[in-house]
């Protein structure tokens, strides 16, 4: 994607900005400000926080934005904690966050440990990494003392994460009227842009019967095997590879004894598209295989006696948004103002699915810096360089929100 193309308006608000001695001493900032932005890395992964128990970590977070002078620093009705940077003209409000749940039970060792250059800790990248990176930020425009014509919005937010299913960013929206962009930090490197939601939909599937004993009941439909007569039907759904349609049976279980017919079969299915239409019709086939599932084994002993039941368990909707859209352009030329190669990553389950769904302009951009081991724990940082990724930020939200006397805002007031 070298041939990419950054409008005239985009390129001019980014030059304006980059001339302002203010900007380029603020970068310099953000770069000597790493090692404070990484030791506070290392603090904050060492508050546990699993996907709906948030509540420690998101009051720690809340401490450090109104240390750092934001306005109206608060928890929502989810559990997301936000601070405000108030804008000085009437310009729109951009919101900058990253997710406090991590994948981790509590109980879970999350001391850093560190070796070769490498910051060893379940959790330090995801996504504990964006939210000191985004405090690296906030100190930029305190240092700085730059003004924007629209309010700053820094938050992190809660159920990123599983079942979470990005339901904190869902509600932080609907409750915080009037965000007209927004800039998540997740996933990995210095250069990626994520601008289009994956829909995720995850169903619960349970075939029930009488059971019996494997002998002497020989003859009653099993809901294993069902449940088996449906995967290997699942199994041979063919979804588009563009747009990306994906499917898995992820888990099984059922059956009590190895002498006796199974009074119950439990699976669970993930689905996922890049298109919302796609994932409809993925879903409508996957129902009617569950059902035949249940129907042939019913038919196959000549007796009515099992049964099917299926429900949702998830579903993050999809979206997708121009790859041209002014802030996928912006995104593009803040990653080569601070002199990174970007890269449009196509797809992508992160908390921007919520706001394209909403027809809110979103990004998410990576991290910063090298990592590995996500979700496992194994988790690596490596932090060189990584300050690119606040960087990034702190033009995003100066070229979105407007910069005061400087540059028009790029996006539209909400
Ligand atoms: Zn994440």
Same mark, same amino acid.
């Given at each position: 994607?070298?041939n990419?193309?950054?409008s005239?308006?985009?390129?001019q608000? %980014?030059?304006?900005?980059?001339?302002?001695?203010?900007?380029?001493?603020?970068l310099? %900032?953000?770069?000597?400000?790493?090692?404070r932005a990484?030791?506070?890395?290392k603090? +904050?992964?060492?508050?546990?926080?699993?996907?709906?128990h948030?509540g420690?970590?998101?009051?720690?977070?809340?401490?450090?934005?109104?240390?750092?002078?934001?306005?109206?620093v608060?928890?929502?009705? $989810?559990?997301?904690?936000?601070?405000?940077?108030? !804008?000085?003209?009437?310009?729109?409000?951009?919101l900058?966050?990253?997710?406090?749940?991590?994948?981790?039970?509590?109980g879970?060792?999350?001391?850093?440990v560190?070796?070769?250059?490498? *910051?060893?800790?379940p959790? +330090?990248?995801?996504?504990?990494?964006g939210?000191?990176?985004n405090?690296s930020?906030?100190r930029?425009?305190?240092?700085? &003392?730059?003004e924007?014509?629209?309010?700053? /919005?820094?938050?992190g937010?809660? $159920?990123?994460?599983?079942?979470? &299913?990005?339901?904190?960013?869902?509600?932080?929206?609907?409750e =915080? $009227? !009037?965000?007209?962009a927004? /800039?998540?930090?997740?996933g990995?490197?210095?250069?990626? +842009? +994520?601008?289009? &939601?994956?829909?995720?939909?995850n169903?619960?599937?349970?075939?029930?019967g009488?059971?019996?004993?494997? =002998?002497?009941?020989?003859?009653t439909?099993?809901?294993?095997?069902a449940?088996?007569?449906?995967?290997?039907?699942l199994?041979d759904?063919?979804?588009p590879?563009?747009?990306?349609? @994906?499917?898995?049976?992820?888990?099984i279980?059922?059956?009590?004894? /190895?002498h006796?017919?199974?009074?119950?079969?439990?699976?669970?299915?993930?689905m996922?598209?890049?298109?919302?239409?796609?994932?409809?019709?993925?879903?409508?086939?996957?129902i009617?295989?569950?059902?035949?599932? $249940?129907?042939?084994?019913?038919?196959?002993?000549?007796?009515?006696?099992? @049964?099917?039941?299926?429900?949702?368990?998830?579903?993050?909707?999809?979206?997708?948004q121009?790859?041209?859209?002014?802030?996928v352009?912006?995104?593009?030329?803040?990653?080569?103002?601070?002199? *990174?190669q970007?890269?449009?990553v196509? !797809?992508?389950? @992160?908390?921007?699915?919520?706001?394209?769904k909403?027809?809110?302009?979103?990004?998410?951009?990576?991290?910063?810096?090298?990592?590995?081991?996500?979700?496992?724990?194994?988790?690596?940082?490596d932090?060189e !360089?990584?300050?690119c990724?606040?960087q990034?930020?702190?033009?995003?939200l100066?070229a979105?929100?407007?910069?005061?006397?400087?540059?028009?805002?790029?996006?539209e007031?909400?």
């Open positions: 994607m070298s990419y193309t950054v005239e308006r985009v390129r608000v %980014f030059t304006q900005i980059m001339e302002q001695e203010s900007v380029r001493k603020g310099e %900032f953000i770069k000597a400000d790493q090692p990484i030791a506070e890395q603090e +904050i992964v060492t508050i546990e926080a699993p996907t709906f948030e420690q970590r998101a009051a720690d977070y809340a401490r450090r934005l109104r240390e750092l002078g934001l306005q109206d608060h928890f929502d009705s $989810a559990g997301n904690v936000l601070g405000r940077r108030p !804008g000085k003209g009437n310009g729109p409000t951009v900058l966050e990253a997710h406090l749940d991590t994948v981790f039970p509590f879970t060792d999350v001391s850093p560190e070796k070769d250059g490498k *910051i060893y800790a959790g +330090i990248c995801d996504d504990t990494r939210l000191a990176a405090l930020v906030i930029a425009l305190n240092a700085t &003392g730059i924007t014509e629209g309010d700053l /919005i820094f938050a937010t809660v $159920a990123e994460e599983g079942l979470g &299913g990005m339901s904190g960013m869902k509600a932080l929206l609907e =915080y $009227a !009037g965000i007209a927004t /800039i998540s930090i997740d990995a490197g210095g250069d990626t +842009i +994520i601008y289009q &939601g994956t829909g995720i939909r169903f619960e599937v349970t075939y029930t009488p059971g019996g004993h494997a =002998y002497g009941a020989f003859g439909p099993s809901p294993l095997h449940a088996a007569r449906a995967i290997a039907k199994s759904m063919r979804p590879s563009t747009p990306k349609t @994906t499917f898995t049976v992820s888990l279980e059922g059956g009590h004894q /190895i006796a017919i199974a009074q119950k079969a439990v699976f669970k299915i993930n996922r598209s890049d298109d919302p239409e796609e994932l409809d019709k993925l879903q409508e086939q996957a009617a295989l569950f059902v035949a599932g $249940a129907r042939e084994e019913n038919e196959r002993w000549g007796q009515d006696l099992l @049964t099917v039941d299926y429900k949702q368990i998830l579903d993050v909707p999809a979206g997708t121009p790859d041209d859209a002014t802030i352009q912006a995104a593009w030329q803040a990653t080569e103002c601070v002199g *990174i970007p890269r449009l196509p !797809g992508g389950c @992160t908390n921007t699915n919520m706001p394209i909403m027809g809110i302009p979103a990004v998410t951009l990576g991290r910063g810096g090298r990592e590995g081991g996500v979700h496992s724990l194994g988790e690596w940082f932090p !360089g990584a300050y990724c606040p990034k930020s702190f033009l995003m100066l979105l929100a407007g910069m005061r006397g400087v540059s028009e805002p790029l996006v007031k909400r």
